[in-house]
């Protein structure tokens, strides 16, 4: 049922990513587990180097932001679990702090085509 190569899904214009500014997006594959559940992922520049991650902390698997477009703890240091205070390293979402320390987010493969940024749908 698994295909060999995974599919690419845009997620913004290219020029849409800018310095400070997450984009979030919905990916068009469902959750594993649990069964069914929508997968959300988010997009940012780390110091100029875009990055892409699933929306979703490694701990509970629950989102982390607590508003829109909020990632960042308040040193603007860390990317942060609003739920537990979890702390990743923006550059590769490995947890440094928290109930999952020693987990990773979920990276997402990216790309430039066509003018917008795509990332590889997980398996």
């Known amino acids: 049922m698994s295909e060999s190569t995974n599919p690419w899904q845009s997620v913004c214009p290219t020029a849409d990513l800018q310095p ?3 984009i979030e ?4 594959v469902k959750a594993q587990e649990p069964a069914g559940m929508p997968l959300t ?4 520049l780390d110091n100029g180097q875009p990055r892409a991650y699933l929306n ?5 698997g629950i989102e982390l932001n607590w508003m829109p477009g909020r990632f960042m703890d308040s040193d603007n ?3 942060q679990c ?8 923006t550059g590769t979402g490995e947890c440094i ?8 987010l979920t990276a ?16």
Not at 41 to 44: A, H, N, Q, S, V
Not at 97 to 104: E, N, S, T, V
Request: hydrophobic share 40%; glycine share 12%.
């Open 56 to 60: 979703q902390c490694p701990h509970l």
């Open 108 to 123: 997402l493969e990216l790309r430039e085509e066509d003018g917008q940024w795509q990332i590889r749908l997980p398996d």
């Open 97 to 104: 702090a928290g109930p999952c320390q020693g987990d990773a």
């Open 82 to 89: 609003s739920t537990h205070g979890a702390l990743f390293k």
């Open 25 to 28: 997006f919905r990916l068009t």
């Open 41 to 44: 992922g988010f997009l940012f």
């Open 77 to 79: 240091l860390f990317l």
């Open 20 to 22: 400070g500014k997450f």
